[in-house]
């Protein structure tokens, strides 16, 4: 079993939708999670952080954490073009710097 | 340069031959990770360097792969004996101190094309 298993995918909305990727992780060690994005060619660049249960947002974009059932999720709202890109979670061991694990990533698509 | 930068961008090497990967960290910071990502694959961590150790090389996925820091900066990532199946891209990230707080920039990676 991975230790952190995501649906690679690929996803095809509408300009305009919302969104929904989500993550699994095994180990309740994980404390820190993370979403990036990128972008074909490119390396992946940092989106959201959050390290406790509950939801984060930032302009268009919320990261939920639900702890007990071990499940991270980001929302795209409005979604637009420029956003289909790959969407890759990844978590990290609470007090503990160092490496981050990754899901394999979602190939998402944004048709206007 | 303000970001990670990682050369060369491409490369293309005989099965069997040796490869250097280099990456320039973010100035100032002291962690530096280096990454394998496969053809629709995630990220697969290879080896995590504080300043010049490297604490954690957990991922490196055999001997022919080793990785060197030096001066706390600049790191080499280095394949001998290339397979088929190293083929992949080799992604260099580096964060301010590698605490938890701390996020990882990437860079965006060497393509490594072994035939």
């Known amino acids: 079993q991975k230790e952190v298993e995501q649906d690679p995918g690929p996803l095809s909305v509408p300009e305009g939708a919302i969104v929904s990727l989500n993550c699994t992780y095994s180990n309740s060690a994980f404390q820190y999670f993370m979403w990036y994005r990128q972008y074909s060619r490119k390396g992946p660049e940092l989106l959201m952080y959050?390290?406790?249960?509950g939801n984060k947002e930032d302009g268009r974009f919320t990261a939920q954490v639900d702890k007990s059932s071990k499940y991270i999720s980001l929302f795209i709202r409005d979604s637009q073009p420029s956003d289909s890109a790959t969407y890759l979670c990844a978590v990290r061991f609470y007090n503990q710097g160092g490496k981050l694990i990754f899901g394999q990533g979602t190939e998402l698509s944004v048709k206007p | 340069g303000a970001g990670v930068s990682q050369s060369p961008s491409n490369k293309v090497t005989e099965k069997g031959k040796d490869v250097e990967l280099r990456c320039d960290p973010i100035s100032g910071h002291t962690a530096l990770y280096w990454y394998r990502q496969s053809l629709g694959q995630g990220l697969e961590f290879l080896i995590y360097?504080?300043?010049?150790?490297?604490?954690?090389k957990s991922g490196l996925p055999s001997d022919r792969f080793s990785a060197e820091r030096t001066g706390g900066s600049v790191s080499t990532l280095t394949i001998q004996r290339t397979q088929q199946e190293d083929s992949a891209v080799y992604l260099c990230?580096?964060?301010?101190?590698?605490?938890?707080?701390?996020?990882?920039?990437f860079g965006n990676g060497t393509r490594l094309t072994v035939t």
């Open positions: 990230a580096s964060s301010l101190d590698g605490s938890v707080n701390s996020p990882l920039h």
């Open positions: 360097f504080q300043g010049n150790s490297a604490p954690d």
């Open positions: 959050t390290y406790s249960s």
